[in-house]
């Protein structure tokens, strides 16, 4: 457990000094890189997971849509306007290129296109039997690792807030996640969903829960007197901040889940190797797959 938080606390901390690094830079550079080395990591794990299984994939055409993704929503796309996003912006975002307005706003046309491209290369295969779990499988890792992340990164670029809406997703995922696993470990009696993950707890995801939403209150809250109330249009009061912490933290746990039930599949315990006492990149990330989609919905359809 020691080496867990260590090493969890480590890049909990590493983290906010990127995000730090950018504020002071006035740049999302640094949190361009970790999204996108964080997400070439990923597939390259859940890749050979899959392909331990004998399922296929392409690779390839994975990394180069996240490429062009990720490099778009950075140097060209516009950040979210929509619903509550609109008030939280505060000055203009940094904009790598000049390009005709009209270009800036395709961010949530390029899912569509991606899903039409991902099949046209299924059917070119000459492998026919193979064309339905092919599809499958790159659509289900654009949508469970490339979007999400990409949509993280997106939400990032809002001027002003957005740093601050990434400094939320973070303290609401993996404080819940620390909560989890520290209450879980001393309290938990009742098995979340044995067969996807063993150690998992009815009494620690509570209890994980319970500290997303606290972890989201106080990021809003610090987020309120960091920017002298930009975050008003989404956090009226403090408690606005612990209800989207504690649906965000639901959707952490599902996120986390998901991957489990990928390692399951593959009869493996940890994605990777990479950081002593969590494993691969995957087992890092997974908490964050599902929660910035649910932000966009949740912020566009906010009555600001």
């Known amino acids: 457990m020691g080496k867990r938080f260590f090493f969890g606390f480590s890049l909990f901390f590493g983290l906010i000094g990127v995000l730090a690094l950018d504020h002071f830079a006035q740049f999302t550079w640094g949190f361009f890189g970790i999204a996108l080395i964080a997400c070439l990591g990923g597939i390259y794990e859940l890749g ?14 994975l ?7 990720m490099c778009y929503v950075q140097f060209v796309a516009e950040p979210p306007k929509l ?3 609109a008030g939280l912006w505060q000055g203009e975002p940094d904009y790598l290129f000049i390009v005709p307005d009209s270009l800036r706003h395709l961010t949530l046309v390029l899912p569509l296109l991606v899903a039409v491209i991902y099949s046209l290369v299924g059917l070119v295969r000459t492998d026919v039997a193979n064309l339905s779990p092919r599809i499958t499988n790159n659509l289900g890792l654009f949508l469970y690792v490339i979007l999400p992340i990409t949509v993280i990164l997106w939400i990032r670029r809002v001027p002003t807030s957005g740093e601050w809406l990434a400094y939320f997703l973070l303290a609401a995922s993996r404080l819940g996640d620390v909560g ?21 707890t009815i009494e620690g995801a509570l ?7 606290g ?22 009061e403090w408690w606005y901040g612990a209800i989207l912490g504690f649906f965000v933290g639901i959707a952490a746990q599902a996120g986390d889940l998901v991957e489990s039930g990928f390692k399951r599949a593959a009869g493996i315990k940890d994605s ?3 950081v002593p006492s969590f494993g691969g990149v995957m087992d890092i990330i997974d ?12 912020l566009a359809l906010w009555p600001a």
């Open 215 to 236: 972890g989201g209150a106080i990021a809003f809250l610090w987020g309120n007197w960091a920017t002298h109330g930009a975050m008003k249009p989404v956090v009226v």
């Open 83 to 85: 619903g509550a996003f």
């Open 48 to 61: 050979k997971m899959l392909r331990y299984r004998g399922l296929p994939l392409d690779t390839g055409l």
């Open 180 to 200: 989890a696993y520290l209450m879980g470990s001393m309290l938990g009696r009742h098995k979340l969903i044995p067969h996807l993950s063993k150690g998992k």
């Open 272 to 274: 990777g190797h990479l």
């Open 63 to 69: 990394y180069a849509t996240t490429i062009v993704m």
């Open 287 to 298: 908490n964050f797959m599902l929660t910035g989609p649910l932000l966009i919905v949740v």
């Open 207 to 213: 209890f994980g829960l319970l500290f997303s939403a």
